[in-house]
């Protein structure tokens, strides 16, 4: 099990930095700061120091060669279990033409303009685009610095660079059999003009991609050796826990700390406007110290706030008119004309994120400058967050990335960063800043809840000649990236509800963004889609029912025009024996989904027992993500995305009481959990069209599946997640 | 006060309250981070570690409970016969995804193994459920487990 030193993630400042400032800087802050640095023995001091004397070759900001022959791919999308330290190395690796196990991986450092996510516009590892993104930038920089080595090899030979071809670290002139390694040309190529443009490798020449890759992180996950946020260890570093006003914008009132101080291994209250933490030796005191406090709140505006009230608030909403997402056709006059007529209101709930790894965030902060240990989505915010809050400029925060313990959205905030340095602030040395399940619940950034309102009408045959959509809710854009936020609108929020795979010759979809009051929103897993999808897909199955058709059959009839949404569905409805005979209170429910710009379908199989519990049985996927970068990881992302959709749909749903929100541990939000799992089929449709997102897609897809199955099982229409206890009716 | 562990076979002595669950002392003491805490409670399993060879909770058991047993952790547990081929059977269904619950996930699995070498998919369940994944990885955990199994029918 020492596997893991061959895929050690180190740390720097970044290629846009010298090697020689890099020392400095390092030097600078203590031996601790580098993780990696020091102890990993491929990339050690003696390695550095040789290279301030002949620098590396750093074609770009994503491969840097040193003269040894050591290659480091520096990683802009961070690994929170979705498989990027893997299958982004991998388009490096395919046209740089290295083996994957040549290379060593290093985080990026925060920095937008190097680093910036091409679909966001942001250094951020969000919205399933990290394939997306990285498609084409990755594999030119890999492009690019191997047409460097190549020509450099061939100028030291005197040969023609189209004579020679790189393989496996090498460059290779066959007609006189010389070959070099890429450490031995690295010098020289750094010297070589960067290309004007290169010509990516044909699909067919592909080596790595689309072939099974071990994942370079797995190592290091078995036998405790992977470093997350949580297990940094700065030298000197206290453990700090903390309590949030819990109602959210309530300030600290008064505390009584007298006990707390008399614990063992506590050695400072920290109190800000709205928290209190105990700083300790180690978390057992923190928490106990907490337990000790004697803290009077002042709940502020929202002290009476409760879940009926947003609900209310976004019903009231809908009563008007919104901001046109899409419209298609003239849904009015269609309607006039409709045979049937169908409506139908839906809900969705606030949802935490519930990562496995609790929040938290070590910050050391010092008079010249601050550092930060943590696991973070969106690097260049927790940097920035850092230098705002300690009054600190920019280029004195130091931000030390790490693996991600789950992220779904929640790690995509810097709240946690924010936190830590305000603590910081008034703690002498490093303090690790550790919140606990139950303040990682009650004070997360929830998935909003939203309101939906939907009419169909359907001519004499039964199919939908108009569609209409309106829904209320909170825009997270319109907090988190201001400017996609435009005349009501962002794109977010809408995924799922408009362009769907469907032809129907009048739609009309309104979105009212009404922000809850008292309760932070943020991205969830599968972000619009996640509501958007279950709200579509049950519709549409009320349509289907309406029209006293087959669910597949009418969902196929509507996808002439979109084959590949088609063939999804097909393959799904077959290979799960669509329309097979299945026990009483046994059900198939289908969905189909377009987004991320993946195309999927799922058939979930559910048993419902007399007394309403549900029970998902199998659950088929089919899958068109374009490429396939690493298919293994497509599989596990799937099965993945479906045991977090279940867990949502079945019993996900966050409320307030008096301000409050009243969950608090996985007693009360409870995961599915192993002896509940259902068996899972995954089949990708081979595909030459660029990739599409993966690490969101299988979520958003489960909700109507399931829930267009318990109608099938039983008759009951699940309208409102999460269904609970709903199927108990029956 | 003081109080002699023995952790993966080392005597360590920490001095902390009687009452400090075992999970913080490992990970802040004795700066072995590879045990994680992800509840509090006991309610999600991602610090189990062995005690007297059986899976416990250690953010529930008390230093003082622990004093006179042997602790195993996730950094040691690769030195038993049925951990090695968990790990093993974890690296080759490629199980881990954000990784973060699966010291607990093998920490479980090993003592489930080392009990019962054929386990039966009821005894995965009564064994796993109390370990839970954010990453949904059960399909591969399940699958693990008899990988494991498997190996050692074939050695």
Same mark, same amino acid.
């Not at chain 1, 925060?397 to 693996?403: A, D, E, G, M």
């Not at chain 1, 079945?650 to 009243?662: A, C, F, H, M, Y």
């Given at each position: 099990?020492?596997?893991? *030193?061959?895929?050690?993630?180190?740390e720097?400042?970044?290629?846009?930095?010298?090697?020689? *400032?890099?020392?400095?800087?390092?030097?600078?802050?203590?031996?601790?700061?580098?993780i990696?640095?020091? /102890?990993?023995?491929?990339?050690?001091?003696?390695?550095? $120091?040789?290279?301030?004397?002949?620098?590396?070759?750093?074609?770009?900001?994503?491969?840097? !060669?040193?003269?040894?022959?050591?290659?480091?791919?520096?990683?802009?999308?961070v690994?929170m279990?979705?498989?990027?330290?893997?299958? !982004?190395?991998?388009?490096?690796?395919?046209?740089?033409?290295?083996?994957?196990?040549?290379?060593?991986?290093?985080h990026?450092?925060p920095?937008?303009?190097?680093?910036?996510?091409?679909?966001?516009?942001?250094?951020?590892? +969000?919205?399933?685009?990290?394939?997306?993104?990285?498609?084409?930038?990755?594999?030119?920089?890999?492009?690019?610095?191997?047409?460097?080595?190549?020509?450099? $090899?061939?100028? *030291?030979?005197?040969?023609?660079?189209?004579?020679?071809?790189?393989?496996?670290?090498? %460059?290779?002139?066959?007609?006189?059999?010389?070959?070099?390694?890429?450490?031995?040309?690295?010098?020289?190529?750094?010297?070589?003009?960067?290309?004007?443009?290169?010509?990516?490798?044909?699909?067919?020449?592909?080596? @790595?991609?689309?072939?099974?890759?071990?994942?370079?992180?797995?190592?290091?996950?078995?036998?405790?050796?992977?470093v997350y946020g949580i297990d940094a260890?700065p030298?000197?570093?206290?453990?700090?826990?903390?309590?949030?006003?819990?109602?959210?914008?309530?300030?600290?009132?008064?505390?009584? =700390?007298?006990?707390?101080?008399?614990?063992?291994?506590?050695?400072?209250?920290?109190?800000?406007?709205?928290? &209190?933490?105990?700083?300790?030796?180690?978390?057992?005191?923190?928490?106990?110290?907490?337990?000790?406090?004697?803290?009077?709140?002042?709940?502020?505006?929202?002290?009476?706030?409760?879940?009926?009230?947003?609900?209310?608030?976004?019903?009231?909403?809908?009563?008007?008119?919104?901001?046109?997402?899409?419209?298609?056709?003239?849904?009015?006059?269609?309607?006039?004309?409709?045979?049937?007529?169908?409506?139908?209101?839906?809900?969705?709930?606030?949802?935490?994120?519930?990562?496995?790894e609790?929040m938290n965030c070590t910050a050391h %902060?010092?008079?010249?400058?601050c550092e930060i240990w943590v696991g973070n989505q969106a690097l260049?915010r927790a940097q920035?967050t850092a230098?705002?809050?300690?009054?600190?400029? @920019?280029?004195?925060v130091v931000v030390h990335n790490h693996l991600i313990g789950?992220g779904?959205?929640r790690r995509l905030e810097v709240d946690g960063v924010t936190r830590a340095v305000?603590?910081a602030?008034?703690?002498?040395?490093p303090?690790k800043v550790v919140w606990?399940?139950?303040?990682?619940?009650?004070?997360?950034?929830?998935?909003?809840?939203?309101? =939906?309102? @939907?009419?169909?009408?359907?001519?004499?045959?039964?199919?939908?000649?108009?569609?209409?959509?309106?829904?209320?809710?909170?825009?997270?854009?319109?907090?988190?990236?201001?400017?996609?936020?435009?005349?009501?609108?962002?794109?977010?929020?809408?995924?799922?509800?408009?362009?769907?795979?469907?032809?129907?010759?009048?739609?009309?979809?309104?979105?009212?963004?009404?922000?809850?009051?008292?309760?932070?929103?943020?991205?969830?897993?599968? &972000?619009?889609?996640?509501?958007?999808?279950?709200?579509?897909?049950?519709?549409?199955?009320?349509?289907?029912?309406?029209?006293?058709?087959?669910?597949?059959?009418?969902?196929?009839?509507?996808?002439?025009?979109?084959?590949?949404?088609?063939?999804?569905?097909?393959?799904?409805?077959?290979?799960?024996?669509?329309?097979?005979?299945?026990?009483?209170?046994?059900?198939?429910?289908?969905?189909?989904?377009?987004?991320?710009?993946?195309?999927?379908?799922?058939?979930?199989? &559910?048993?419902?027992?007399?007394?309403?519990?549900?029970?998902?049985?199998?659950? &088929?996927?089919?899958?068109?993500?374009?490429?396939?970068?690493?298919?293994?990881?497509?599989?596990?992302?799937?099965?993945? +995305?479906?045991?977090?959709?279940?867990?949502?749909?079945? *019993?996900?749903?966050?409320?307030?009481?008096?301000?409050?929100?009243?969950?608090?541990?996985?007693?009360?939000?409870?995961?599915?959990?192993?002896?509940?799992?259902?068996?899972?089929?995954?089949?990708?449709?081979?595909?030459?069209?660029?990739?599409?997102?993966?690490?969101?897609?299988?979520?958003?897809?489960?909700?109507?599946?399931?829930?267009?199955?318990?109608?099938?099982?039983?008759? /009951?229409?699940?309208?409102?997640?999460?269904?609970?206890?709903?199927?108990?009716?029956? | 006060?003081?109080?002699?562990?023995?952790?993966?076979?080392?005597?360590?002595?920490?001095?902390?309250? #009687?009452?400090?669950?075992?999970?913080?002392?490992?990970?802040?003491?004795?700066?072995?981070?590879?045990?994680?805490?992800?509840?509090?409670?006991?309610?999600?399993?991602?610090?189990?570690?062995?005690?007297?060879?059986?899976?416990?909770?250690?953010?529930?058991?008390?230093?003082?409970?622990?004093?006179?047993?042997?602790?195993?952790?996730? #950094?040691?547990?690769?030195?038993?016969?049925?951990?090695?081929?968990?790990?093993?059977?974890?690296?080759?269904? #490629?199980?881990?995804?954000?990784?973060?619950?699966?010291?607990?996930?093998?920490?479980?699995?090993?003592?489930?193994?080392?009990?019962?070498?054929?386990?039966?998919?009821?005894?995965?369940?009564?064994?796993?459920?109390?370990?839970?994944?954010?990453?949904?990885?059960?399909?591969?955990?399940? #699958?693990?487990?008899?990988?494991?199994?498997?190996?050692?029918?074939?050695?």
């Amino acid at each position: 099990m020492t596997g893991h *030193r061959n895929v050690g993630l180190v740390e720097s400042d970044g290629v846009n930095l010298s090697r020689r *400032r890099f020392l400095s800087v390092s030097a600078a802050v203590g031996g601790g700061l580098v993780i990696g640095f020091t /102890t990993d023995p491929l990339i050690g001091v003696a390695d550095a $120091a040789q290279s301030v004397a002949s620098p590396p070759f750093t074609p770009n900001a994503f491969v840097r !060669i040193g003269g040894d022959g050591k290659i480091v791919l520096t990683m802009p999308y961070v690994e929170m279990g979705q498989g990027t330290y893997t299958s !982004i190395p991998m388009l490096i690796a395919e046209e740089l033409e290295v083996d994957l196990k040549q290379v060593r991986l290093e985080h990026a450092p925060p920095n937008e303009k190097l680093y910036g996510n091409p679909l966001l516009g942001v250094q951020a590892t +969000g919205n399933s685009n990290a394939i997306r993104g990285a498609w084409q930038p990755l594999r030119q920089a890999g492009a690019t610095a191997r047409a460097m080595l190549v020509s450099a $090899a061939a100028q *030291r030979w005197n040969v023609d660079p189209m004579s020679c071809r790189a393989q496996s670290g090498e %460059v290779l002139h066959e007609p006189t059999g010389r070959r070099s390694k890429y450490g031995e040309l690295a010098a020289d190529a750094a010297r070589m003009p960067v290309p004007q443009s290169v010509v990516l490798k044909r699909a067919a020449d592909f080596k @790595l991609i689309g072939t099974p890759a071990k994942r370079l992180d797995t190592p290091s996950k078995v036998n405790g050796t992977a470093v997350y946020g949580i297990d940094a260890r700065p030298p000197g570093v206290k453990i700090a826990t903390l309590a949030q006003s819990p109602v959210f914008g309530g300030r600290v009132k008064s505390v009584n =700390d007298a006990k707390a101080k008399a614990v063992k291994g506590v050695r400072q209250i920290v109190r800000l406007d709205d928290a &209190v933490a105990v700083v300790a030796d180690h978390m057992g005191a923190a928490k106990k110290g907490l337990a000790a406090l004697v803290i009077e709140w002042e709940d502020g505006p929202h002290a009476k706030l409760d879940t009926k009230q947003i609900v209310d608030q976004l019903e009231k909403a809908t009563l008007n008119s919104g901001a046109v997402a899409q419209n298609i056709g003239d849904t009015g006059k269609a309607m006039a004309s409709a045979v049937t007529k169908v409506e139908a209101t839906y809900q969705v709930p606030f949802l935490a994120h519930a990562t496995m790894e609790p929040m938290n965030c070590t910050a050391h %902060v010092r008079k010249d400058g601050c550092e930060i240990w943590v696991g973070n989505q969106a690097l260049a915010r927790a940097q920035a967050t850092a230098a705002k809050t300690s009054g600190l400029p @920019l280029e004195k925060v130091v931000v030390h990335n790490h693996l991600i313990g789950g992220g779904f959205g929640r790690r995509l905030e810097v709240d946690g960063v924010t936190r830590a340095v305000q603590i910081a602030m008034q703690v002498k040395g490093p303090v690790k800043v550790v919140w606990t399940r139950e303040e990682d619940i009650q004070h997360d950034m929830y998935r909003p809840c939203f309101l =939906d309102r @939907l009419s169909a009408g359907l001519d004499a045959k039964g199919m939908p000649v108009a569609w209409n959509n309106r829904f209320a809710g909170s825009s997270i854009i319109s907090r988190w990236l201001p400017p996609a936020f435009n005349k009501g609108l962002d794109p977010d929020t809408t995924e799922g509800a408009i362009d769907l795979v469907y032809g129907l010759p009048n739609l009309h979809v309104e979105y009212l963004r009404v922000e809850p009051p008292g309760i932070p929103t943020a991205f969830w897993r599968s &972000v619009g889609p996640s509501h958007n999808v279950f709200v579509t897909e049950s519709f549409m199955d009320e349509l289907a029912i309406a029209a006293k058709q087959d669910p597949v059959a009418y969902r196929r009839a509507l996808l002439e025009k979109a084959p590949r949404a088609k063939a999804v569905l097909e393959l799904a409805a077959e290979k799960a024996g669509w329309g097979k005979p299945l026990p009483e209170r046994v059900g198939r429910g289908v969905s189909i989904q377009f987004a991320f710009a993946s195309y999927l379908a799922q058939v979930a199989e &559910v048993e419902v027992s007399k007394d309403g519990a549900v029970r998902v049985r199998r659950v &088929v996927c089919a899958v068109d993500c374009g490429t396939v970068v690493n298919p293994d990881t497509v599989r596990a992302q799937i099965q993945s +995305g479906i045991i977090f959709g279940i867990t949502a749909a079945l *019993r996900g749903e966050i409320t307030l009481k008096d301000g409050r929100v009243q969950q608090s541990n996985f007693h009360d939000y409870p995961m599915l959990r192993l002896n509940e799992t259902p068996a899972i089929e995954v089949y990708i449709v081979n595909s030459v069209e660029p990739p599409g997102g993966m690490g969101e897609a299988g979520t958003s897809t489960i909700a109507p599946a399931v829930t267009n199955a318990i109608y099938a099982a039983t008759g /009951t229409r699940v309208r409102k997640l999460p269904v609970a206890d709903q199927a108990k009716r029956v | 006060m003081s109080y002699a562990m023995n952790v993966n076979g080392k005597t360590r002595t920490v001095d902390v309250d #009687e009452d400090t669950p075992v999970l913080w002392v490992l990970r802040d003491v004795l700066g072995m981070t590879g045990t994680k805490f992800g509840c509090g409670v006991a309610l999600c399993g991602a610090c189990t570690i062995h005690l007297d060879g059986k899976p416990v909770r250690s953010c529930i058991t008390s230093v003082a409970a622990a004093a006179g047993k042997r602790i195993t952790t996730i #950094e040691a547990v690769g030195a038993t016969a049925a951990g090695r081929r968990i790990q093993q059977a974890w690296i080759a269904l #490629e199980v881990p995804q954000c990784g973060y619950c699966q010291s607990g996930q093998i920490m479980s699995a090993t003592a489930l193994l080392a009990a019962k070498p054929n386990p039966t998919d009821s005894d995965i369940d009564d064994a796993m459920s109390g370990n839970i994944c954010r990453c949904g990885t059960y399909v591969r955990i399940r #699958e693990g487990i008899k990988h494991a199994a498997r190996g050692k029918k074939e050695a």
